[in-house]
């Protein structure tokens, strides 16, 4: 008790002392005293900025790094003072297989797992995968291409994920479908099912996307499954005001393409045809006869246009029907089909001028034979007008 009063009379002087002083020094030292918080914080901030020499050495002599990018994964591994687990976590990858090169990917993708722990955190991971049959080249591809895969958690977000995927594939993991969904898609897998996936494959059952329809949406464009479930039904709802109707066939390839490009990228498109003549009508008409038109480049668009319209002079109305002619190769197809055409057209060898785009949807083997063999006489000069130099004519 003796102490506690002591002490109570020795800090009610100090206060009186304080209190006691004029005006300048106190707001002195109110302002010395206010302002060390300040000087602390950024003291620390320059600590916490401070090139890690370890790692960053680390990283540029043992996985090549360029200093910028060295500096860049050190920052998100302050706290990694020794190279002593960066060393394990390498090691284990070139023991299963991994590239230098894909190593330096998985790092560069997700630096915390430098600090990994192997046998906790890595290896489980890695294990469930090749269980499920990812195996060798396989996992490598994978888990360089998504390395964040092994900073989600295995029984909350990867193993029931999985369970759900393997529902909706048909063998998926004895065909290789699963890992192909991950390597397509590695968000499929890096949340809680309840979240995202579930939901969006209850939606999708229940507007009648099925079975093997299901099966082949998964497969061909998983990013779909990973949206927030009302981007998906933005994107449904997109395609049903343009005409589609989601038991059609071509309903899955419009999801896919609007899953593949921006909404920028498709007006820039739309506004390309319409540059040509195309109404708003024919565009979309042209879309639903063959979504994945609107994947193909714009260059490639812009060619296929110039040269159907202006040089071989298809009507608007036969692109309109058949929208795919513009995404054959104009080298390696369609320019040196039509040379062959004019060649046998100006020798007049055929008696009836077929139809250019039944010609440009043959099979090579089938080209070669109504077109070029079918006319022995002139067989070199067709095939130097088809390839331009000697062709061996059992290729494909």
Same mark, same amino acid.
Request: a positive charge; aromatic letters at 10%.
């Given at each position: 008790m003796?102490?506690?009063?002591?002490?109570?009379?020795?800090l009610s002087?100090?206060?009186?002392?304080?209190?006691?002083?004029?005006?300048?020094?106190?707001?002195?030292?109110?302002?010395?005293?206010?302002?060390l918080p300040?000087v602390?914080?950024k003291?620390s901030?320059?600590?916490?900025n401070?090139?890690?020499?370890?790692?960053?050495?680390?990283?540029?002599?043992?996985?090549?790094?360029?200093?910028?990018?060295?500096?860049?994964?050190s920052?998100?591994?302050?706290?990694?003072?020794?190279v002593?687990?960066?060393e394990?976590v390498?090691?284990?990858?070139?023991?299963i297989?991994?590239?230098?090169?894909?190593?330096?990917?998985?790092?560069n993708?997700?630096?915390?797992?430098l600090?990994?722990?192997?046998e906790?955190?890595?290896?489980p991971?890695?294990?469930?995968?090749?269980?499920?049959?990812?195996?060798?080249?396989?996992? !490598?591809?994978?888990?360089?291409?998504? /390395?964040?895969? &092994?900073? #989600?958690?295995? %029984? =909350?977000a *990867? $193993?029931?994920?999985? @369970?759900?995927?393997?529902?909706?594939?048909?063998?998926?993991?004895?065909?290789?479908?699963?890992?192909?969904v991950?390597?397509?898609?590695?968000?499929?897998?890096?949340?809680?099912?309840?979240l995202?996936l579930i939901?969006?494959?209850?939606?999708?059952e229940?507007?009648?996307?099925?079975?093997?329809?299901?099966?082949?949406?998964?497969?061909?464009?998983?990013?779909?499954?990973?949206l927030?479930q009302?981007?998906l039904?933005k994107?449904?709802?997109?395609?049903?005001?343009?005409?589609?109707?989601?038991?059609?066939?071509?309903f899955?390839?419009g999801?896919?393409?609007l899953?593949?490009?921006?909404?920028?990228t498709?007006l820039?498109?739309?506004?390309?045809?319409?540059?040509?003549?195309?109404?708003?009508?024919? !565009?979309?008409?042209?879309?639903?006869? /063959?979504?994945? &038109?609107? #994947?193909?480049? %714009? =260059?490639? *668009? $812009?060619?296929?246009l @110039?040269f159907?319209l202006?040089?071989?002079?298809?009507t608007?109305?036969t692109?309109?029907?058949?929208?795919s002619?513009?995404?054959?190769?104009?080298?390696?197809?369609?320019?040196?089909?039509?040379?062959?055409?004019?060649l046998?057209?100006?020798?007049?060898?055929?008696?009836?001028?077929?139809?250019?785009?039944?010609?440009?949807?043959?099979?090579?083997?089938?080209?070669?034979?109504?077109?070029?063999?079918?006319?022995?006489?002139?067989?070199?000069?067709?095939?130097?007008?088809y390839?331009?130099?000697?062709?061996?004519v059992?290729e494909?």
């Open positions: 003796f102490v506690i009063q002591l002490r109570s009379r020795c002087t100090h206060l009186h002392y304080l209190y006691s002083l004029p005006a300048g020094p106190i707001s002195s030292f109110s302002f010395s005293f206010s302002s300040k602390v914080t003291n901030a320059q600590n916490g401070k090139e890690n020499h370890v790692l960053v050495n680390y990283l540029i002599n043992t996985l090549d790094f360029s200093k910028p990018r060295a500096l860049a994964v920052n998100h591994c302050h706290w990694v003072r020794s002593e687990k960066p394990l390498v090691h284990f990858f070139k023991s297989g991994f590239t230098y090169v894909q190593i330096k990917s998985t790092v993708s997700a630096p915390q797992i600090n990994a722990d192997v906790k955190t890595i290896k991971k890695i294990h469930l995968f090749q269980e499920l049959g990812i195996t060798g080249s396989d996992l !490598c591809k994978l888990i360089s291409t998504h /390395a964040n895969l &092994l900073t #989600r958690s295995v %029984e =909350k *990867i $193993k029931p994920s999985i @369970e759900v995927l393997n529902k909706v594939l048909v063998n998926g993991t004895e065909n290789g479908d699963l890992f192909r991950l390597h397509r898609s590695g968000w499929v897998i890096q949340k809680s099912p309840h995202r939901p969006n494959i209850s939606y999708l229940s507007i009648g996307v099925v079975g093997s329809r299901l099966s082949s949406l998964l497969k061909n464009q998983p990013c779909l499954l990973a927030p009302s981007e039904k994107r449904v709802s997109k395609l049903l005001d343009i005409g589609f109707y989601t038991d059609s066939r071509m899955l390839h999801l896919y393409t899953g593949s490009i921006t909404h920028e498709f820039r498109k739309l506004q390309l045809f319409q540059s040509f003549g195309f109404s708003e009508n024919k !565009c979309m008409e042209m879309f639903r006869i /063959a979504p994945s &038109l609107f #994947r193909t480049s %714009e =260059k490639k *668009i $812009k060619l296929g @110039e159907f202006g040089t071989v002079k298809l608007e109305s692109l309109v029907q058949h929208p002619l513009l995404m054959f190769s104009m080298e390696k197809r369609v320019i040196p089909r039509y040379k062959v055409l004019q046998i057209k100006s020798k007049k060898l055929g008696k009836k001028e077929p139809s250019f785009y039944s010609v440009i949807c043959l099979r090579e083997h089938v080209f070669l034979e109504k077109y070029v063999l079918r006319f022995p006489e002139s067989a070199e000069e067709l095939l130097m007008a390839k331009g130099h000697s062709l061996d059992g494909e």
